[in-house]
């Protein structure tokens, strides 16, 4: 079992930052990948950004250039530095960790952060 606890979310203007933590603890495995989707009322849960053990990322285009994930191997703990925020950036950021295993996929999930952008 993985458990994973999020901070940083919060209320900001247009053009602020935020910076979301997420810790994993339980039964973690060296290789995985840690990130952030967010889900918007109405809309799709979309990956925002993504990070292997190994240093590989992903980014959604809208984001790239404005976020920079990051990654704490020793203590299990991502970062989503988030920068130049727009409010339809607004949403619920929810940290998720994924593993596989004998070819099965194994994904747990954060309890969600608010993000809000005012204009």
């Known amino acids: 079992q993985v458990q994973l606890v999020e901070s940083g979310g919060g209320l900001v203007q247009a053009g602020g930052s935020l910076r979301l933590s997420c810790a994993a603890s339980g039964s973690i495995f060296s290789r995985n990948t840690m990130g952030w989707y967010r889900q918007a009322p109405g809309k799709q849960r979309e990956l925002v950004a993504a990070?292997?053990?190994?240093?590989?990322?992903n980014y959604v285009d809208s984001v790239k250039g404005r976020f920079t994930i990051s990654r704490d191997n020793a203590k299990n703990t991502v970062y989503l530095q988030m920068n130049t925020l727009k409010p339809e950036d607004t949403a619920v950021y929810l940290c998720?960790?994924?593993?596989?295993?004998?070819?099965?996929?194994?994904?747990?999930w954060g309890q969600g952060t608010q993000v809000t952008v005012s204009s």
């Open positions: 990070m292997t053990s190994g240093g590989s990322t």
């Open positions: 998720n960790y994924r593993r596989e295993w004998n070819n099965v996929v194994y994904n747990y």
